[in-house]
């Protein structure tokens, strides 16, 4: 009878055990499970055409190597006929309170961003407090209403703003919630679009957010940029309407930049979206009493499929000085152009 009862005995603790091991098992793969979800590569891929309409697409601006074919002097979509635009990956991973970022570009448009490095972005960050969080490395501009990837802008063609502002910084930034609608970003960097300090010289930028608005300021004595001013917000003026604004002013000893931008955009559709961006830039030069400026208006239409987007877009920009070139090789104040975009996103 004993022996009986301790083999029943002996049964139990091998079946909890095994019971306990299999719990144990499962448990931990579900967590390897939440580990690797953790780690997620995302990117986009894009590709355009684009012609100049007022103007035959053999102009040439410049000479030698500096020879481009004519386009607004933007940066971005500069190219005539079939063109690329960039490939974008990026690789994420997010720890419980820290995480890290790598995002390689390859393509004429990365390029341009990026000064031929290949990283659009690369940093690290620490989730200190649910409020605060420290970033350091390289991370695309705070200032500005645009970004470097098409996926992020609604125009696929990009803004005088923009392509005289930073695309990147190299540096250490701070982000604090200091409510629900209140947020403050303090940073110190190298100047702007430097990868590798070698003046010693560093740059200061500050974010104060409100509800979708945000005022933004950069400064780096004189050494590149100067000091930047810059708000960028947008206002949902209906369930289909949005309009986005976003206004600069740029100064280093008197030579710098100044400029407005407004970015209506209509929903028709789920998968149609009709946008405009009007735009005033104007160049300050030290000495001229009137500087040179544009006018820019681009109109946009956004057509959606799965991850595919298709962006038809129209271009008129018109100058205070004769900077185009027309039909006849000759100086003109205005050109019009034509571009038809697609960018997958995955």
Same mark, same amino acid.
């Given at each position: ?165 930073? &695309?990147?910084? %190299?540096? @250490?930034?701070?982000?604090? #919630?200091? +409510? =629900? *609608? !209140?947020? /403050?970003? $303090? ?69 710098? &930049?100044?400029? %407005?931008? @407004?970015?209506?955009?209509? #929903?028709? +559709? =789920? *998968? !149609?979206? /009709?946008? $405009? ?70």
């Amino acid at each position: 009878m004993k022996t009986i009862t301790t083999t029943k005995y002996a049964k139990n603790i091998i079946l909890t055990a095994l019971s306990f091991f299999s719990i144990t098992t499962l448990l931990a793969q579900e967590e390897e499970k939440e580990e690797e979800k953790k780690v997620s590569v995302s990117g986009t891929v894009d590709a355009y055409y684009r012609t100049n309409l007022s103007s035959s697409d053999d102009a040439i601006i410049g000479t030698g190597e500096d020879a481009v074919p004519q386009a607004p002097a933007t940066s971005f979509a500069n190219e005539t006929g079939f063109a690329l635009g960039m490939a974008n990956i990026i690789a994420s991973y997010e720890g419980t309170k820290t995480g890290a970022v790598a995002d390689v570009t390859f393509g004429p448009r990365g390029n341009d961003a990026t000064g031929g490095f290949n990283l659009n972005q690369l940093y690290a960050y620490w989730n200190v407090t649910e409020k605060t969080t420290l970033t350091m490395g390289r991370f695309n501009t705070y200032l500005g209403y645009e970004v470097i990837s098409p996926v992020g802008n609604f125009n696929y063609s990009t803004s005088y703003l923009f392509s005289n502002g930073p &695309f990147s910084h %190299v540096g @250490l930034k701070a982000d604090f #919630a200091l +409510s =629900d *609608d !209140f947020s /403050l970003m $303090l940073a110190i960097m190298n100047v702007t679009d430097v990868n590798n300090n070698l003046t010693g010289t560093y740059s200061a930028g500050a974010q104060l957010g409100f509800s979708g608005q945000f005022l933004n300021f950069y400064y780096d004595g004189g050494e590149t940029l100067g000091f930047e001013v810059d708000y960028t917000g947008g206002f949902d003026l209906s369930d289909s309407f949005f309009l986005g604004i976003n206004a600069a002013y740029a100064d280093n000893e008197g030579n710098g &930049f100044a400029g %407005v931008a @407004l970015y209506p955009q209509i #929903a028709a +559709s =789920d *998968d !149609f979206t /009709l946008g $405009l961006r009007g735009e005033y830039f104007s160049t300050i030069i030290d000495g001229l009493d009137d500087d040179p400026s544009v006018l820019a208006v681009t109109l946009t239409g956004s057509y959606t499929v799965e991850n595919l987007t298709i962006k038809p877009e129209l271009r008129l920009d018109s100058g205070s000085d004769e900077i185009f070139l027309d039909n006849d090789l000759a100086g003109t104040k205005s050109l019009s152009s034509f571009l038809l975009a697609a960018i997958y996103s995955f």
